[in-house]
């Protein structure tokens, strides 16, 4: 049972436009998200994150959104560049188990120059 | 700083046998994990050490075996290894305050069984 899920297994945008990756959840137990971004043959690096308590985080060209009625949050990257090509991950911590985070399948991002 | 490294970078074994892999932070981080990558699958939580001496359960336990040898070192064993070990492994660490939530991920080791 994939309690969080990232549907769309591959993005490609121009350079200069908007990513927009999505994820959606299952467990109202989660209270905390991360996006977690993973370039070949290297460990993933956190990119941002954002609490359940909020709605919006920001971080330079990075804005995590989160709708927690309909159990979705979304990673939009603006302006998109080709750097920015690489897996992109999900995750969600549980509140009742300390430190654990479940992964989404990951959304592999193209981005032509 | 090193931050989480792992070793060995690549490995092979034969079905049925047995190895160690290693990690180590240097980030004084108390909670320790290990994931494995499938192609599709995202990361799967194997085990984890929520603090030094205590060690947990994750979604995909079956088939290993961990010990967390000190604050800093967190190992992982094979007893018998078999081709669905086939994987990447990620060890990450995190620190263990309220809110801080990121962990961080060492460079992975790729095991193929043969």
């Known amino acids: 049972d994939q309690q969080v899920k990232q549907n769309s297994p591959s993005l490609s945008v121009q350079e200069g436009r908007i990513s927009i990756l999505n994820c959606d959840y299952t467990n109202s137990m989660f209270d905390y998200f991360l996006w977690y971004k993973k370039y070949p043959a290297e460990g993933p690096t956190f990119l941002i994150s954002i609490s359940s308590i909020k709605d919006k985080n920001e971080d330079g060209r990075f804005t995590v959104f989160l709708n927690k009625s309909a159990k979705h949050l979304s990673l939009h990257i603006v302006p998109s560049q080709p750097g920015d090509s690489a897996v992109y991950f999900c995750?969600?911590?549980?509140?009742?188990?300390?430190?654990?985070?479940?992964f989404g399948q990951g959304t592999i991002l193209t981005v032509h120059p | 700083n090193a931050g989480v490294t792992q070793t060995p970078k690549f490995q092979v074994l034969k079905t049925g046998q047995s190895m160690t892999l290693q990690c180590a932070q240097d980030m004084n981080h108390n909670s320790m994990y290990w994931y494995r990558q499938d192609p599709g699958m995202g990361l799967r939580l194997i085990y984890y050490s929520a603090s030094e001496g205590t060690t947990d359960k994750g979604e995909v336990p079956n088939g290993y075996n961990v010990s967390r040898l000190n604050k800093r070192e967190f190992s992982l064993r094979l007893e018998s290894a078999a081709p669905s070990q086939t994987s990447v492994y990620f060890c990450?660490?995190?620190?263990?305050?309220?809110?801080?939530?990121?962990?961080?991920f060492g460079p992975g080791t790729r095991l193929t069984v043969l």
């Open positions: 990450a660490s995190s620190y263990s305050g309220t809110g801080i939530y990121e962990q961080f």
């Open positions: 995750a969600a911590r549980w509140s009742t188990s300390y430190g654990k985070l479940t």
